[in-house]
């Protein structure tokens, strides 16, 4: 039965956990928005309901764990651990991986048949977290069980420095020369898998290199595409086959380099109109909006000029911080009443991306339960409703 407990009324419990249940629990948790506290004890609620759903846990490695259940139901719980004969760190456990067991998040996989999702993070304003919105949406499509390929296209390659890898030398091969055919190969072959137990094996990054900053003057030349637009389309073409979802990480320019990658994120023949598009990172004030500006007439140009149709996602607010006043209040009251593209999530100004970027560490690794962590997840899950 389940007793009336008052979800107010609560008292600190402590147990010991294996590490990697209590990082499983804090990921699970955050991806469906809900306290621990209260999974926890939806958790030891189910296992005192039936115990045929319970399953032995190797508590080896054990720590310090605590948490809050209702007044009452941790002695109630105590009680059946004893009356099961299995010790108390054994029943928390066993709980949590019944709670775990019974509340899958939901696998954003695309359909054998479909094409790979194309996610463009753009604005021609430097500075708005571009890099950081790319790689943490990247992570959490990855941690939900997509196959990602995360592109730093910016040769000032923030997005790979975040990750802690090394930008491709300048004489390497490189998405650019792929792009201009001055490379052998294939462009698999540079792809590095960014090895974290969240993301399993799926996700992957496609580091940056200088030799983009020469790309909008080459693209202006090159004989190596009939139409420039279609460049990058061209280098990804096999990537594709291999990936559920490709997060390109976008220059702050308004050349070739950018039309090739609006080209790529427009909607193909026989693709849902929202399966890929432009996602805006913007901040609450002025000079996003005079950048945005020009990214909307640079689509509405490539629209116009090539009959093709490109989806505005949304704007995603980054850096807000409502404490600054009524500049930033009431610029994001203008974003919000933009009315399309939307605004699909406003992220605070919080320290724990800064410290990810400063550790070399994906975010939702070095703080899977942070705020903005959250507001990743909430992203991917827009992005692939």
Not at 24 to 45: C, H, M, N, P, S
Not at 170 to 195: C, H, N, T, W, Y
Request: proline content about 5%; aromatic content about 6%; some cysteine.
């Amino acid at each position: 039965m389940t007793a009336p407990y008052d979800p107010e009324d609560r008292e600190k419990v402590v147990a010991k956990l294996p590490p990697s249940l209590r990082q499983e629990l804090k990921v699970r948790a955050a991806q469906l928005g809900i306290d621990i506290k209260d999974a926890v004890t939806e958790g030891v609620q189910a296992w005192r309901r039936d115990p045929s759903g319970a399953v032995l846990v190797d508590t080896s490695g054990a720590a310090s764990f605590s948490t809050y259940l209702p007044t009452g139901l941790y002695d109630e719980f105590r009680q059946d651990c004893r009356t099961r004969q299995i010790a108390y760190n054994q029943g928390v456990a066993q709980s949590i991986r019944l709670w775990l067991d019974t509340h899958p998040v939901a696998v954003l996989r695309r359909p054998a048949s479909a094409v790979a999702r194309r996610l463009l993070l753009c604005n021609q304003k430097g500075g708005v977290g571009k890099s950081a919105i790319s790689n943490g949406v990247a992570q959490a499509l990855a941690e939900a069980g997509a196959r990602v390929c995360v592109i730093d296209f910016d040769p000032q390659g923030h997005l790979t420095r975040h990750l802690g890898q090394v930008m491709l030398g300048i004489k390497e091969p490189s998405l650019a020369k792929f792009m201009l055919g001055e490379a052998d190969g294939r462009v698999q072959d540079l792809l590095v898998p960014i090895k974290y137990e969240a993301f399993g094996d799926r996700l992957f990054l496609l580091p940056a290199c200088k030799d983009a900053f020469l790309l909008d003057a080459k693209l202006a030349t090159t004989r190596h595409v009939r139409t420039k637009e279609t460049a990058l389309e061209k280098a990804l073409e096999e990537l594709e086959k291999e990936f559920d979802y490709i997060v390109v990480d976008c220059p702050p320019s308004l050349g070739y380099a950018m039309d090739t990658a609006l080209y790529y994120a427009r909607v193909r023949d026989g693709e849902e109109p929202k399966s890929s598009g432009a996602i805006i990172p913007v901040q609450a004030e002025d000079t996003s909006a005079d950048a945005y500006d020009m990214l909307d007439e640079q689509i509405e140009d490539l629209v116009g000029d090539l009959d093709i149709e490109i989806v505005q996602i949304g704007f995603v607010v980054n850096l807000y911080d409502s404490r600054k006043g009524y500049v930033l209040t009431s610029s994001l009251d203008s974003w919000k009443s933009f009315g399309d593209p939307p605004v699909i999530a406003v992220i605070d100004d919080l320290k724990e991306q800064r410290e990810a970027v400063r550790l070399k560490q994906p975010l939702l690794h070095y703080a899977p339960e942070s705020e903005q962590a959250k507001k990743m997840r909430e992203i991917a899950r827009k992005v692939a409703a």
